[in-house]
């Protein structure tokens, strides 16, 4: 806590990093998927409704790991523009001018 958004990039911007977000991000929203479908099962007795609790459930699911995994690309880009894998110098740019990462807390 207490780190900058370019130093989070930085780091959800390694590749080892980017594969462990990516599985968390999987077995969460699986876990998340399950958990309610079975509270969705056992209490609720409409049949219809089971039925679009559990359509809506899933599509729940779906578009949260959906934006989440298509975020872990965007931070692995940057990541590595930021540390001098691509144009940048090591450090964010902002309207053409660079600035450091510091880790200072206001």
């Known amino acids: 806590m207490g780190r900058s958004h370019a130093a989070v990039v930085q780091i959800l911007g390694s590749p080892l990093v980017a594969v462990l977000m990516l599985l968390f991000i999987l077995n969460t929203a699986y876990h998340m998927w399950i958990g309610m479908q079975e509270i969705i099962l056992d209490y609720v007795h409409d049949e219809l409704l089971k039925f679009l609790s559990l359509l809506g459930n899933t ?24 540390a001098g894998n691509g144009k940048g110098n090591g ?11 510091t880790d200072q807390h206001l």
């Not at 578009?63 to 590595?80: D, E, Y």
């Not at 450090?91 to 990462?101: E, L, Q, S, T, W």
């Open 59 to 82: 599509f729940f699911v779906f578009a949260v790991a959906l934006a989440s995994v298509f975020a872990i690309p965007q931070a692995l880009v940057r990541g590595l523009v930021m």
């Open 91 to 101: 450090a964010p740019a902002v309207n053409g001018k660079a600035y450091p990462i």
